[in-house]
């Protein structure tokens, strides 16, 4: 088991779009893991069904992508389509309950079962599994330029790579002070399209 602090700062192009969609990235060193690369939207994104596609690189190879609707920006969780390498990952989440701990996302990967929670505010999120977990901080709530991470446990790399995936998602609405503002946004979407 291991403690240890880590880092992403962002490396994005402000002058790369995708879908009209700005790019942006974010690299840096995870403990003794290695390399990681976040990115978002990615190629190829679905067009016809308007979804964006994100990605977690490590040491420079493909980990993991995220195809989900597009809200806000970024994917959302709405009609998501997980995977690391080729094996996909479940998503489940209870919309209903009012506390963040049950609002966040219940995660099946491997035989893993994972808890993502929103912790605090909307720029702390945590992963967690039994025996390992990872907490991720935005220096700012939209595109951040940093993010901090904190590893606990017997973290590995698909751990870093599924925390790191969910940090380009619209998670807002875990908590339901941000699902009220989630559907308010998506009804003015409706109205104006």
């Not at 929670?117 to 901080?137: M, Y």
């Not at 590995?156 to 989630?182: H, K, M, P, Q, W």
Request: hydrophobic share 35%.
């Amino acid at each position: 088991m291991s403690n240890f602090a880590f880092q992403l700062g962002r490396t994005g192009s402000k002058n790369k779009f995708i879908m009209r969609r700005q790019v942006f990235s974010w690299s840096g060193e995870v403990g003794d893991l290695g390399t990681f690369t976040i990115v978002y939207p990615t190629e190829p994104t679905d067009v016809g069904t308007s979804k964006l596609r994100a990605a977690v690189a490590h040491n420079g190879a493909e980990l993991a992508t995220y195809l989900g609707a597009t809200h806000n920006g970024h994917p959302s969780l709405r009609a998501a389509e997980v995977s690391i390498g080729s094996t996909p990952i479940s998503l489940s989440r209870n919309t209903r309950d009012v506390s963040r701990k049950s609002r966040g996302l219940s995660i099946t990967f491997s035989g893993r079962e994972y808890a993502y929670v929103e912790v605090v505010s909307k720029r702390k999120h945590a992963l967690s599994r039994s025996g390992a977990s990872v907490r991720l901080t935005r220096s700012t709530w939209k595109n951040p330029h940093t993010i901090r991470g904190q590893a606990e446990g017997a973290v590995d790399v698909a751990d870093i790579g599924i925390a790191l995936l969910l940090e380009c998602v619209y998670t807002r609405n875990l908590s339901l002070r941000g699902a009220f503002f989630c559907s308010a946004g998506r009804f003015m979407d409706e109205i104006s399209s």
